[in-house]
Every structure is written in structure tokens, then in C-alpha cells.
């Protein structure tokens, strides 16, 4: 089964057609790369993919539900972390982490999730007091707190200097080998290259091409993804 469905998906904020008939595909336990440059319509798609924004037409599937209407259900199933979320100044490491767990019906542990993220030593630290390597990390275990399906990442590592994207990395490949579908949402082509299995190429609202890094250089007779998506952002003009 395809653990997530887009098709023809349309969202405008007024005159702006920021997401403008999307359509593709993610298989189970993929790791499935969107990327684009800034005002592509890779979060709006996202937040449609959760059900946190309703979409004007298309169709969204995740694990064969509407999100818009199943919203509550899927959650139980989907982990996310959304661009620029945060949490209080004040919560602590551990109380976040016990916070998010009881909000699923299958949590994993919320402690070994803590040990396994490298997250134990901080447990008692506050947030607004984590570096920004050390939040990221947190956020990500947050949206892995509920043993998901699916995991949805926009941005994930924005902000990060080159050693936590590194670490940041590494935890998103244990994922894959977990077999866990991971949504990947980057303007880091480096990034997505090193870790997708396919790629969706996100320019003005639409998708420009899809497929794995080394189809899309092909296609385009280049030599890089960022190369790749140069020629096809640009053939769309
Ligand atoms: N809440 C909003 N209200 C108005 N315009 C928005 C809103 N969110 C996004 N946009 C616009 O929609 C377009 C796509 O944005 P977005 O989906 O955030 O793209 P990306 O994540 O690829 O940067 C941009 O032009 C952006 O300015
Ligand atoms: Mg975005």
C-alpha cells in the first residue's frame, strides 16, 4: 500500500496559489524527500497532509484516511515536526517528552525514547535553555514519542550547524531502517540527496519532477540534485 496519496492538491491565501495542483506518491517505508526553495509550497502541502490545513481541491490519503476529516484517528499514527515549532520557555526536557507520550494510545516508552535521542543528560534542563542542536533533537523525538507510521519533518535541520545536522541525519536513517515512512522537507538538496529514496521537486505551487536523486540528474544531464533542480525550476518559467 502507498502510505500517502496526493493528488491535483490546490490551496490559495488570496491571490497566491501556493500550492498548485500537487500530485504524488509515498510508499511504505520510504523515505521521501520535498524539496524547493523557499515559497514552493512544501508546508502548506505538508499541513494539508496532516490535516492542519484544509485543502480548496485534491485529494489527500494517509495511510487510506482523510486527514481532514480523520485528523484525530491519524494522529495516533503520524509523528510531525512542523517548521518553527517550539514549546515553552520553562518545560523540561523529561516533562515534554512524558507530556507528548500520554497523548497516544500506543506511546513508546517515553523514557527510552529520551535514551535512545541522546536526550537523558538534559532531562532536567528547560527548554529555553537547549541549544539549538539540542531542541532540534528534542523535537524530533517528540514527534517519534508516539511510535509512528509515518513521520513528517519540515525543516528538520534548519539552523543547525554541521555537527547536529550530521547527528540529525544518522537519526533519520535509523528510522528508515526501522521502516518507518518518513516525509523529508528541505531546501538542503545535500540533505535530502543523502537520505531520500525518491524526491519530490517542489517549484511555484507545483511538482516539477519525482523520482530518485540519480533519475532526476539523469533527466536532466546534470551532475548534482541542486543542478537537477536548477534546470527543472527554470524550465518551468
Ligand atoms: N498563512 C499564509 N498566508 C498567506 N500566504 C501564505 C501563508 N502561508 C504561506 N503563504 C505563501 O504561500 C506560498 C508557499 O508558502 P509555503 O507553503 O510556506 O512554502 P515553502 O514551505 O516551500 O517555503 C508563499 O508564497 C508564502 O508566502
Ligand atoms: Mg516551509
Same mark, same amino acid.
Given at each position: 500500500?502507498?502510505?500517502?496519496?496526493?493528488?491535483?492538491?490546490?490551496?490559495? #491565501? *488570496?491571490?497566491?496559489?501556493?500550492?498548485?495542483?500537487?500530485?504524488?506518491?509515498?510508499?511504505?517505508?520510504?523515505?521521501?524527500?520535498?524539496?524547493?526553495?523557499?515559497?514552493?509550497?512544501?508546508?502548506?502541502?505538508?499541513?494539508?497532509?496532516?490535516?492542519?490545513?484544509?485543502?480548496?481541491?485534491?485529494?489527500?490519503?494517509?495511510?487510506?484516511?482523510?486527514?481532514?476529516?480523520?485528523?484525530?484517528?491519524?494522529?495516533?499514527?503520524?509523528?510531525?515536526?512542523?517548521?518553527?515549532?517550539?514549546?515553552?520557555?520553562?518545560?523540561?526536557?523529561?516533562?515534554?517528552?512524558?507530556?507528548?507520550?500520554?497523548?497516544?494510545?500506543?506511546?513508546?516508552?517515553?523514557?527510552?525514547?529520551?535514551?535512545?535521542?541522546?536526550?537523558?543528560?538534559?532531562?532536567?534542563?528547560?527548554?529555553?535553555?537547549?541549544? *539549538?542542536?539540542?531542541?532540534?533533537?528534542?523535537?524530533?523525538?517528540?514527534?517519534?514519542?508516539?511510535?509512528?507510521?509515518?513521520?513528517?519533518?519540515?525543516?528538520?535541520?534548519?539552523?543547525?550547524?554541521?555537527?547536529?545536522?550530521?547527528?540529525?541525519?544518522?537519526?533519520?536513517?535509523?528510522?528508515?531502517?526501522?521502516?518507518?515512512?518518513?516525509?523529508?522537507?528541505?531546501?538542503?538538496?545535500?540533505?535530502?540527496?543523502?537520505?531520500?529514496?525518491?524526491?519530490?521537486?517542489?517549484?511555484?505551487?507545483?511538482?516539477?519532477?519525482?523520482?530518485?536523486?540519480?533519475?532526476?540528474?539523469?533527466?536532466?544531464?546534470?551532475?548534482?540534485?541542486?543542478?537537477? #533542480?536548477?534546470?527543472?525550476?527554470?524550465?518551468?518559467?
Amino acid at each position: 500500500m502507498e502510505a500517502i496519496e496526493v493528488t491535483d492538491l490546490r490551496k490559495a #491565501y *488570496g491571490d497566491t496559489r501556493a500550492v498548485d495542483g500537487v500530485t504524488f506518491t509515498v510508499r511504505a517505508g520510504e523515505t521521501f524527500g520535498i524539496v524547493g526553495h523557499n515559497g514552493a509550497g512544501k508546508t502548506t502541502t505538508v499541513e494539508c497532509l496532516i490535516g492542519l490545513r484544509r485543502a480548496d481541491a485534491g485529494t489527500v490519503r494517509v495511510l487510506g484516511e482523510d486527514p481532514a476529516r480523520r485528523r484525530r484517528a491519524l494522529a495516533h499514527r503520524l509523528g510531525v515536526q512542523l517548521q518553527d515549532s517550539s514549546l515553552p520557555e520553562r518545560i523540561k526536557v523529561g516533562e515534554a517528552l512524558r507530556m507528548f507520550g500520554s497523548f497516544y494510545r500506543n506511546a513508546a516508552d517515553w523514557r527510552r525514547v529520551m535514551e535512545r535521542w541522546g536526550l537523558r543528560p538534559l532531562a532536567r534542563k528547560a527548554f529555553g535553555d537547549l541549544s *539549538g542542536g539540542q531542541k532540534q533533537r528534542l523535537m524530533l523525538a517528540l514527534a517519534l514519542v508516539g511510535d509512528p507510521e509515518v513521520v513528517v519533518l519540515d525543516e528538520l535541520t534548519t539552523g543547525l550547524d554541521p555537527i547536529a545536522r550530521r547527528e540529525t541525519w544518522r537519526l533519520i536513517g535509523d528510522l528508515k531502517t526501522a521502516g518507518t515512512t518518513v516525509v523529508l522537507v528541505s531546501h538542503y538538496f545535500d540533505e535530502i540527496e543523502a537520505l531520500c529514496d525518491r524526491v519530490a521537486v517542489f517549484a511555484h505551487g507545483r511538482v516539477e519532477a519525482t523520482g530518485t536523486t540519480g533519475e532526476l540528474i539523469a533527466r536532466t544531464g546534470t551532475a548534482s540534485l541542486e543542478e537537477a #533542480y536548477l534546470a527543472l525550476e527554470g524550465a518551468d518559467r
